[in-house]
């Protein structure tokens, strides 16, 4: 017994990992790799300035009324980023509405208050809305059935889908509710 403790011991002591000998290859390895690191974030943001050139024609998004009234509904949660309206995977990026952040959505009589911290707030006038439907994706985010909100609005002539989250859930469908029969209304007053 004595002589196998022997000899695990001395098979143990002679493995030992092999020293590094070339330090200029693994140094350039790494380096390498940065490298190419930093390039894919360049190309990244480079195809996020041209699609924000190409979307240049957008008009500037329009502020919240001094006094829009009393609110119909609000709610706290996650804005998910806006597209062209039928067209889930074409982000817009143009003033921003390409950029993920929280939400403070506020409904009255005047429209839809965007409000985002971190982020470029924006309004929606309720002769802009268009509709408002339960959907489960947008671009870059995809949930369950039923998951965003879609509020579907009208900026300088193009239809644009802009996707919500409530910290709530469950408030999804009385806002899709809400919002159409205050677009109902309206066009009823046209």
Known sequence: MTSLTTIAAHLAAEKKSAEVTDWAARIGWVVGLLIFIALVYWLMRQGWKWRGSLQS?????????????????????????????GQWLDRIVAHGLGVRSRVELTLTDAGLDVVRPGASDFFVPRAALREARLDKGIAGKVLAEGGLLIV??????????????ADRSDEHADWVTTLNDLIHTTEGAR
Do not use: K, M, N, Q
């Open 57 to 85: 024609d957008l008009p500037a998004l329009p502020a919240a009324p001094d006094d829009p009234g009393a609110p119909l509904r609000s709610s706290t949660g996650r804005y998910h980023g806006s597209t062209t309206a």
């Open 152 to 165: 579907t609005w009208e900026h300088g002539g193009t239809l644009i889908d802009s996707g919500f989250r």
